[in-house]
């Protein structure tokens, strides 16, 4: 039961253009959202989060855009740069069932910025 | 902030052996939690400690899994009997109460053969 669904397992951006990633989600007890980036060999490093009492937030080039009523979010990443080339990994705090927040992750996007 | 430390980065062992990883977290975080990684797949949750207190396992964490958090400090994970669907990454997060952010480590890559 994949809960955090990343529907492109990747994603090539010619650099100085936009990147658009995708996270969709189905269970509406999500209330907050993060996006992770990580590199090869290395951990998950957090990038930005957005609360469901809000609809955008921007981080520099970073922009997090959530869409409640379709369960949908989305991370654009404006100029890209070849240094963004990474896996990035949308998640979200389980709050129910008696849960203490760990993080419920999609399975990735795979960003290639290409110079 | 010196961040997530973990420890060792790799290990190789055999199937049946025991393994130990640790775990340092942040120094004023009070949260900790462990997570598994394998290929193609975003990480999966295991277990969370508030302070030295283990508070939620994931039915992932199978009986040859423990993990302890002494005086709420370091964590340790050990899995018993290794088996070749062990090997994966297996990553250590903190956070403090209340906040939704986790800060990862570099991860424990382990591998049976």
């Known amino acids: 039961d994949q809960q955090v669904k990343q529907n492109s397992p990747s994603l090539s951006v010619q650099e100085g253009r936009i990147s658009i990633l995708n996270c969709d989600y189905t269970?509406?007890?999500?209330?907050?959202f993060l996006w992770y980036k990580k590199y090869p060999a290395e951990g998950p490093t957090f990038l930005i989060s957005?609360?469901?009492?809000?609809d955008k937030n921007e981080d520099g080039r970073f922009t997090v855009f959530l869409n409640k009523s379709a369960k949908h979010l989305s991370l654009h990443i404006v100029p890209s740069q070849p240094g963004d080339s990474a896996v990035y990994f949308c998640?979200?705090?389980?709050?129910?069932?008696?849960?203490?927040?760990?993080?419920?992750f999609g399975k990735g996007t795979k960003l290639s910025v290409k110079p | 902030d010196t961040g997530v430390s973990q420890n060792p980065r790799h290990k190789i062992t055999k199937r049946g052996q025991n393994v130990t990883f640790r775990c340092d977290p942040i120094?004023?975080?009070?949260?900790l939690y462990w997570y598994r990684q394998t290929l193609g797949q975003g990480p999966e949750f295991l277990t969370y400690?508030?302070?030295?207190?283990?508070?939620?396992k994931s039915r992932l964490l199978s009986d040859r899994f423990s993990a302890e958090r002494p005086k709420g400090s370091f964590s340790t994970l050990e899995i018993q009997r290794t088996e070749q669907g062990d090997s994966a990454m297996y990553l250590c997060?903190?956070?403090?109460?209340?906040?939704?952010?986790?800060?990862f480590g570099p991860g424990t890559r382990l591998t049976v053969t």
């Open positions: 120094s004023e975080h009070n949260r």
């Open positions: 997060a903190s956070s403090r109460t209340g906040i939704h952010e986790q800060y």
């Open positions: 269970n509406s007890m999500f209330d907050y």
């Open positions: 998640a979200a705090p389980r709050r129910y069932g008696g849960s203490q927040g760990n993080l419920i």
């Open positions: 400690f508030q302070n030295e207190a283990q508070l939620e």
């Open positions: 957005i609360s469901s009492i809000k």
